[in-house]
């Protein structure tokens, strides 16, 4: 889960595995559970990889046009480690893409990743889509990711996996967190703005209100 621009709004995000993507009643479920907990279907992020699309194309087209038509956003996970990510950005309803840390981990020091990583963030923007950069854990990445207007960032910098309890004690100090940005440096031309930093916090035990799909 993460706080949005502002910290404004709680934002869930739902990992779907390729099997789940292969049940045509997935998108009815999901929109089933989403009425019986009351909550907005834009607060939440269905999170797919690509090598989960790839198992039945034709099927996962139709899921994923399914959630993004119920409200729910449609996030990339894992991009650029497939084969054919850019495809995807084509054919499926994305919202956001999330950089593989695989791309973050030796990044900026490492000129191929680094040119990576820019390359993506500015398709992707050209595309009007979302970026999130997974597995920042310095200091130096969060600086170079601003100057580069990545729009969120994830990584064990902010937080190391926790429970809900000291999830909520985090989110509930956003001003300690800004505090970090702020120190990062200027965000290139708008990037991620002090008041408007989207926080990505990494929880490992589910919320009070238990759903399955």
């Not at 054919?91 to 990044?107: A, E, G, L, T, Y």
Request: hydrophobic share 45%; net charge negative.
């Amino acid at each position: 889960a993460w706080h949005d621009a502002g910290f404004k709004k709680l934002t869930m995000a739902l990992n779907f595995s390729a099997v789940q993507l292969r049940q045509r009643d997935l998108v009815e479920r999901v929109i089933a559970v989403v009425k019986n907990v009351d909550i907005e279907p834009g607060s939440l992020t269905a999170e797919i990889t690509e090598s989960a699309l790839i198992q039945n194309l034709d099927i996962a087209a139709s899921v994923v046009e399914g959630l993004n038509g119920a409200g729910l956003r449609v996030a990339l996970d894992d991009f650029g480690t497939g084969y054919s990510s850019l495809s995807y950005l084509k054919r499926f309803p994305i919202d956001m893409v999330k950089i593989d840390r695989s791309f973050i981990r030796d990044f900026p020091s490492h000129t191929h990743d680094t040119a990576i990583v820019s390359a993506v963030i500015a398709m992707a923007h050209s595309l009007k889509l979302h970026v999130v950069a997974e597995g920042v854990e310095n200091d130096q990445q969060l600086k170079v990711l601003k100057s580069l207007q990545c729009d969120e960032i994830q990584g064990y910098l902010f937080s190391k996996p926790v429970s809900r309890e000291q999830a909520t004690a985090l989110l509930s100090r956003p001003a300690d967190i800004r505090r970090m940005v702020r120190a990062a440096g200027p965000s290139g031309l708008g990037g991620l703005q002090e008041e408007e930093t989207a926080i990505v916090g990494v929880l490992n035990q589910a919320p009070q209100r238990n759903v399955a799909f």
